[in-house]
């Protein structure tokens, strides 16, 4: 199922048919009276539910947008002193735990989105009219819900709680990933494999002396990806004519035939 | 069945075929191209590529002077040719956007006018880039690309900032105000706070320290962001919308163009991202005049060269009153302010995009070379 916090390789198709599904699934909640349908209040619950689950589907990564999601969220890394000091293991799973009590908080606000997406609905959909669902009322039901949800996520997500939540997961999730990276650097080191570190140190020095470089040539030349002028074909070569014998075994003496 | 069955039952059994029929379409389009007009590459230093577009040549003269709605940019008397245009793109988005499609190009409306075009492509920040900062963006980068259209034209150029490249404009103008002889922003903000700016209230609590240290953000990571701004209907009422609008395969090729421009934001350096997240959304210090860059104080009010400001009056990622107060902030006495009535990504693909903003942009360019 594709969220707002999942993106992966361009799949225009996935992202369709995701969406789609999610239009169809909406629908059949509708049922065949669309939005006169007698429970609105208990159909909006419904499709509440459906919301909270898509969005708490998102929740995995973390609304965390800064760098990849650290080990311990997506693969059930275990700290343990093999990759690490114990100080290090003790830390990782404190920052284990400060980002599971996030992510509950997270999980309760999607639940608010939710909640207010629905009441909203309820209160709307009526005005829509009864009869039986056509494309056209379909869509306009669909384009409500739609409506009805962003309000309900724009009022929560621009709250000050909200943002300090956000900031909180970005720095928990990147406290993380460090820690984890100096692990995996320790490990590195005891099997004598280059680290991240020294690769960040040939790194700088590479930059470095292009800088130098680019700077000491002072020409801008047009980039190597400039496709090269194709050379221009040498024109074919005039048969030049053959000396005739004599001449030629004059040329190899170095003086001219007598005419 | 009742009658209401029936007709659901009908509803359904249409929307599967509508869905199946998409699906083949958009299957049919995932290969397709984007960036419409022809280009080749003269300067370039580290990841940035420097592009002149060919002028347009192939066109016939009547089909060009229709395209061109703001006229053709004549050249000032005793100056050979008008000032050539840069183009700078932001560096969280891919800069094709402006020359999505022939009928979808601000680049081709400006070439169509009689004007030298110049495009940035800041290219793929790798991890030997992470060290890459503001400073290097706009001196090094920009500032290099300046000086290679200067030299080649003799002068001056037209700066044409988009997005955060107008940002990167506006820093570049301010600090060099010779090199620059008219600037136009395009969606470009200067105050970083305004209470409807979303992506500003969520990096505030960021510790841009923390994040530098986690390396370069990558290109998915920067999408998420930019869809969670609303969700709803940037990942799922757009498609719905593209189900039911019962488009041909033309339509759905123009719709996997602009997808594909959506979902292929380009890795960002860390230095030069976070230095950004800092010193503009959290501390905004471009409005309050404490921004430096390379040790130079950033002072708007250098910037006294006629100014073109055009931003979208429904924008969700650069909200309208982030872009609207520039003209109280910078030093320029011929400054035009424009709200255009569409949203941030309308501002490049929108039929307004296609009409309204090049004949804007041509016709004040015009009245100024």
């Given at each position: 199922?594709?969220?707002?916090?999942?993106?992966?390789?361009?799949?225009p198709e996935a992202m369709f048919a995701g969406a789609a599904a999610g239009f169809y699934e909406l629908l059949k909640a509708f049922g065949p009276q669309g939005a006169a349908a007698p429970d609105l209040n208990s159909l909006s619950r419904a499709l509440g539910a459906q919301l909270e689950q898509w969005l708490k589907s998102s929740q995995a990564p973390g609304p965390s947008f800064w760098g990849s999601p650290p080990l311990a969220a997506g693969a059930g890394f275990v700290p343990t002193t093999a990759t690490g000091s114990a100080p290090d293991a003790r830390a990782t799973w404190d920052l284990l735990m400060r980002l599971a009590q996030l992510q509950t908080q997270l999980s309760a606000q999607w639940g608010e989105i939710a909640s207010g997406c629905?009441?909203?609905?309820?209160?709307?959909?009526?005005?829509?009219?009864?009869?039986a669902l056509t494309p056209e009322s379909a869509l306009k039901l669909y384009e409500l819900w739609v409506d009805c949800a962003e309000e309900a996520y724009a009022e929560r997500v621009r709250s000050e709680e909200f943002a300090s939540l956000q900031g909180q997961l970005a720095n928990t999730t990147a406290e993380l990933l460090l820690l984890q990276r100096r692990q995996a650097e320790q490990l590195a080191r005891a099997f004598g494999l280059p680290t991240r570190e020294e690769i960040e140190g040939l790194e700088r020095q590479l930059r470095e002396l292009r800088e130098e470089l680019e700077e000491s040539s002072g020409a801008r030349r047009a980039p190597r990806t400039q496709?090269?002028?194709?050379?221009r074909p040498k024109p074919h070569p005039k048969p030049r004519p053959r000396a005739a014998p004599a001449?030629?075994?004059a040329r190899r003496r170095g003086r001219r035939p007598r005419a | 069945m009742s009658e209401g069955g029936a007709a659901t039952a009908g509803l359904f059994f249409d929307l599967g075929g509508r869905i199946a029929q998409t699906l083949v379409r958009l299957n049919a389009a995932r290969e397709v191209t984007v960036g419409c007009s022809a280009k080749q590459p003269v300067w370039s230093r580290g990841k940035t590529t420097l592009y002149r577009y060919l002028p347009l040549t192939a066109i016939a003269p009547p089909e060009r002077a229709q395209h061109a709605r703001g006229g053709r940019v004549r050249a000032r008397p005793g100056s050979a040719r008008p000032a050539p245009v840069l183009i700078?793109?932001?560096?969280?988005?891919?800069?094709?956007?402006?020359?999505?499609?022939?009928?979808?190009?601000?680049v081709r409306r400006l070439l169509e006018a009689g004007l030298t075009v110049y495009l940035i492509d800041w290219g793929d920040a790798d991890d030997a880039d992470r060290g890459c900062d503001l400073e290097h963006y706009v001196e090094r980068a920009l500032g290099g690309c300046v000086e290679h259209v200067r030299g080649a034209h003799a002068g001056a150029v037209n700066l044409l900032g988009?997005?955060?490249?107008?940002?990167l404009s506006l820093i570049y103008t301010a600090l060099h105000p010779r090199q620059v002889r008219n600037l136009v922003t395009l969606t470009t903000a200067v105050d970083f706070q305004t209470p409807d700016d979303l992506l500003s209230k969520w990096v505030r609590g960021v510790d841009t320290e923390l994040i530098a240290r986690c390396g370069n953000l990558p290109g998915a990571a920067l999408n998420a962001l930019f869809l969670a701004l609303m969700p709803f209907r940037l990942t799922q009422q757009k498609y719905v919308r593209l189900l039911l609008s019962g488009a041909d395969q033309r339509a759905v090729e123009e719709f996997v163009r602009l997808e594909r421009w959506i979902f292929d934001s380009p890795p960002q350096a860390a230095a030069a991202l976070t230095q950004y997240l800092r010193w503009f959304y959290q501390e905004n210090s471009l409005v309050r005049g404490t921004l430096e860059i390379g040790g130079r104080a950033v002072n708007l009010k250098q910037i006294r060269q006629p100014l073109l400001n055009l931003y979208a009056a429904a924008d969700h990622i650069v909200p309208a009153a982030a872009c609207a107060v520039m003209g109280r902030h910078v030093g320029s006495r011929d400054y035009t302010g424009c709200a255009i009535d569409t949203g941030h990504i309308g501002m490049y693909v929108s039929r307004r995009a296609r009409e309204e903003?090049?004949?804007?942009?041509?016709?004040?360019?015009?009245?100024r070379s």
């Open positions: 199922m594709s969220t707002p916090f999942t993106t992966g390789p361009f799949k629905a009441q909203r609905f309820a209160a709307r959909a009526g005005a829509l009219g009864a009869g496709p090269r002028p194709k050379p001449r030629r075994a | 700078c793109f932001a560096l969280v988005n891919r800069p094709y956007v402006l020359d999505l499609q022939p009928d979808i190009s601000l988009v997005c955060q490249g107008g940002v903003i090049p004949a804007r942009i041509i016709a004040w360019l015009r009245a």
